[in-house]
């Protein structure tokens, strides 16, 4: 069995694109990526296990959980589709609604996989709640009050927060 390294590659000549060990050239992302899935590699992180979330900033990658597998990726990708389904914008609104001051993610995404009954790790849960909580601050339903954890690119304007807090600021679209 071959293995498979799947590496972005810059070339003045052909462009820029991506080569695998195997010897494959890949003149683009999504030829790289079909050659990852083809060979059960992660398709997001090319079986790398990492993914670039700024430039020069790497963290393990989300979509395989840091397996560089595919079958991990999709088992991930069916979790989050799930999720969706079942962890609605009016599950989340009901949620903040019972909180009377500032409130952190990780208070909210514990109240609903509670509420839910879900065992922790059956869903992602936390990207769930977390992506619901950015839309209602985005709606203007709550403010965030925390400041970042860490600044990840200072030139990007990229920053890190690990457990954000919020505050409602009025009515919820209940």
């Not at 990492?50 to 979509?63: D, F, T």
């Not at 996989?113 to 065992?119: F, S």
Request: with cysteine; charged share 20%; hydrophobic share 40%.
């Amino acid at each position: 069995m071959t293995k498979h390294t799947i590496t972005r590659q810059t070339s003045t000549i052909l462009g820029d694109g991506y080569g695998c060990s195997c010897g494959t050239r890949l003149v683009h992302r999504m030829a790289a990526e079909l050659h990852a899935a083809e060979q059960q590699l992660c398709s997001a992180c090319l079986g790398t296990v990492e993914e670039e979330v700024a430039p020069g900033v790497a963290r393990e990658c989300s979509a395989c959980a840091g397996t560089g597998r595919r079958r991990e990726q999709l088992i991930w990708q069916l979790a989050h589709a799930e999720a969706e389904q079942v962890i609605t914008m009016t599950l989340v609104r009901g949620v903040v609604a019972d909180f009377d001051g500032p409130f952190h993610l990780s208070e909210i995404a514990d109240t609903v996989r509670d509420g839910l009954g879900l065992p922790g790790g059956r869903l992602p849960v936390g990207p769930r709640v977390r992506d619901l909580l950015l839309e209602l601050q985005a709606n203007g339903e709550i403010a965030m009050l925390s400041a970042p954890d860490e600044l990840l690119d200072a030139t990007a304007n990229v920053v890190l927060y690990r457990d954000p807090q919020w505050q409602r600021t009025g009515t919820l679209g209940l």
